[in-house]
């Protein structure tokens, strides 16, 4: 019984964690992203922290994330291409997005 508890309690902390993490979300990382992308599962690309864990050491990764938004493509992740600006999301929704992306990692 006493090895269930503390399970129980990190099964809560992460689900508090993951739902903090989506209300500071842009609207267009669930709207236009959101389809393709989740906090912490892959969907069709992967996740937000998976992407963020792969610049959490690099300065510009806010800019290399939305450079590679922009302009679309496979990005080493091999799952596949993402289309230019995924669904259609605009300069301003990209570069908010890519700020949260590369935030979550710290």
Known sequence: ??????SILATVSLI?????LAA???????????SCH??????????YMDIS??????KDAASK??????????????MGKMPPKGLGA??????SMSEYIAGLAK
């Open 1 to 6: 019984m006493k090895s269930v508890i503390p």
């Open 16 to 20: 508090i964690a993951g739902n903090s």
């Open 24 to 34: 500071d979300m842009p609207a267009a990382g669930k709207v236009k992203c959101g």
């Open 38 to 47: 989740a906090i912490a599962k892959k969907v069709i690309g992967p996740s």
């Open 53 to 58: 864990a792969k610049y959490k050491n690099d």
């Open 65 to 78: 994330i939305a450079a590679s938004v922009t302009n679309g493509g496979a990005f080493g992740w091999k």
């Open 90 to 95: 605009d300069d301003a929704e990209i570069k």
